[in-house]
């Protein structure tokens, strides 16, 4: 088992850079109904912006497409390249408006 600090340590300082802050979100297997997904990143997304968090960056197990499609339509972007993982997960990324 892992610290969320260790998988923030392995992340690449260029990642770290621009998505600076660690989304952690999993669902349970079920029905395809995405709202509550949606609901979850958009309580979670508001109150990164409220601390001034300039982007978050997330790590999708390959196993979870379903997750990863809602993280897309949701206006995260796929930057694995910044972040190649050898378990053949996903990581995605998103620019938040931080208010000064």
Not at 81 to 90: E, F, I, M, N
Request: proline share 6%; net charge negative; hydrophobic share 40%.
């Amino acid at each position: 088992m892992q610290s969320l600090q260790d998988v923030a340590e392995q992340a690449p300082a260029e990642l770290l850079s621009q998505y600076p802050s660690m989304m952690c979100l999993d669902v349970l297997p079920g029905p395809d109904d995405s709202a509550p997904v949606r609901a979850l990143q958009r309580c979670a997304l508001s109150a990164l912006e409220a601390r001034h968090s300039s982007g978050v960056h997330a790590v999708i197990p390959a196993h979870h497409s379903s997750l990863y499609d809602v993280c897309l339509s949701s206006g995260f972007t796929d930057v694995s390249t910044s972040w190649q993982r050898k378990d053949g997960s996903k990581v995605v990324g998103k620019r938040l408006s931080a208010v000064e």
